[in-house]
């Protein structure tokens, strides 16, 4: 048993249950009491290299968990869903993500997927969109949020943002990274996004 990915999945569960949303708790408890662990190896990925300031930026109730992922970064399987030649190498260098819980997880599950995403700084993660029902939610502040036809909306760390099943989503950053966990359900949990938008590394 790894301590490690115990206390991080102790803290995510906590966060969670500090939402008060109903939403939320639903795929919480899809969680189970407690999933099984599995034995994954660790994989580094250059954008960890965005997650210490990510967690000093991390706001309010979101800090002990960021700061706990990124004390354990190191113990973790990390894994990007696309390649250069979907994104361009500025974005790989600037994005990742590792799956806490889920069919690929550090705890198995076949109903739920549950984890980080990391994109550093001056990325725009362009619209793209999945059949699984998914919940993001920032653990820090200041990158912005875009749903279906909508404006980029600046969302902060605590804030419940639900995409319903096939609804396109986009996120950019400024000159901060971006840390947020995310829940997905109801479709395939290892989907490739459908990518409906052009990718960009912005200006600095
Ligand atoms: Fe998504």
């Not at 569960?13 to 189970?32: K, P, Y």
């Not at 960021?66 to 973790?76: E, I, K, N, P, Y």
Request: hydrophobic share 45%.
């Amino acid at each position: 048993m790894s301590a490690a990915t115990h206390d991080l999945l102790g803290l995510f569960r906590a966060f969670l249950a500090g939402r008060d949303d109903a939403l939320v708790d639903g795929f919480a408890a899809a969680i189970g009491a407690a999933p099984a662990e599995r034995a994954l190896a660790p994989v580094s990925l250059p954008c960890l290299e965005y997650l210490p300031r990510a967690a000093a930026i991390a706001g309010g109730g979101a800090k002990p968990l960021a700061q706990c992922l990124a004390r354990h970064a190191a113990d973790l399987r990390w894994a990007q869903t696309y390649s250069e030649a979907d994104f361009g190498r500025d974005f790989l260098d600037r994005y990742g993500w590792t799956e806490l819980v889920g069919t690929r997880g550090h705890f198995a599950s076949d109903t739920i997927a549950a984890g980080f995403l990391l994109l550093g700084p001056h990325v725009v993660y362009p619209d793209h969109h999945h059949i699984a029902e998914e919940i993001y939610v920032p653990l820090t502040p200041l990158a912005e949020w875009r749903k279906g036809d909508g404006a980029f909306v600046r969302r902060g760390p605590g804030e419940v943002i639900h995409h319903p099943s096939n609804v396109g989503h986009a996120m950019r950053t400024g000159a901060e990274p971006l840390l947020a966990l995310y829940l997905w359900r109801g479709g395939p949990l290892a989907q490739k996004s459908t990518l409906t938008g052009a990718s960009t590394v912005r200006e600095a």
